[in-house]
């Protein structure tokens, strides 16, 4: 049976390390999206585009996981593969290049090919919705893996 992969410059990270992170990040994804849909551009949002409130908590919950786990897998299994200094960094620059290639694969067609009116301000407020969620994830994941990193190579006392 193989050793699991490095975390960070000397620690290793299973598959635990990777569900907290992912919780973590689907709880930040989710308050935020929380925050965002008590505004009334979340309330003109949801009414243009016939969006019912309590499946779109329900899917940002589920978004939030899977965005969660894809920056969480990615960070403990090739953080040298990432661009950035430390964890947080590379975490926060990641959910970044995660939110960009979403806008242009999920958020485009969904919006411009659908024959929706007036899809530009629909992209944009989708867009700057997820400029605030997805970067949410991924700073809450950098930070909680830069401190277990921090924690796991400190002795403990009486050991």
């Known amino acids: 049976?193989?050793?699991?992969?490095?975390?960070?410059?000397?620690?290793?990270?299973?598959?635990?390390v990777v569900a907290v992170l992912t919780v973590a990040g689907a709880a930040a994804f989710w308050l935020a999206n929380l925050v965002i849909?008590?505004?009334?551009?979340?309330?003109?949002?949801?009414?243009g585009l016939s969006i019912a409130y309590v499946p779109m908590q329900l899917q940002a919950l589920a978004g939030g996981l899977v965005l969660g786990f894809v920056v969480s897998f990615v960070l403990t299994r090739f953080p040298e593969s990432l661009m950035?200094?430390?964890?947080?960094?590379?975490?926060?620059?990641?959910?970044?290049?995660?939110?960009?290639f979403m806008t242009l694969v999920i958020e485009v067609p969904s919006k411009m090919f659908t024959g929706?009116?007036?899809?530009?301000?629909?992209?944009?407020?989708?867009?700057?919705?997820n400029a605030i969620r997805i970067p949410t994830l991924g700073l809450v994941v950098g930070l909680l893996a830069q401190w277990q990193a921090r924690t796991r190579r400190a002795p403990r006392p009486g050991v």
């Open 1 to 16: 049976m193989r050793p699991p992969r490095q975390f960070g410059p000397h620690q290793r990270a299973g598959w635990g």
């Open 84 to 100: 950035g200094r430390n964890l947080v960094a590379k975490a926060f620059v990641f959910s970044l290049v995660l939110m960009v």
């Open 37 to 47: 849909s008590l505004t009334p551009f979340a309330a003109e949002y949801r009414a």
């Open 116 to 129: 929706i009116s007036d899809p530009l301000r629909y992209l944009a407020t989708a867009t700057a919705f």
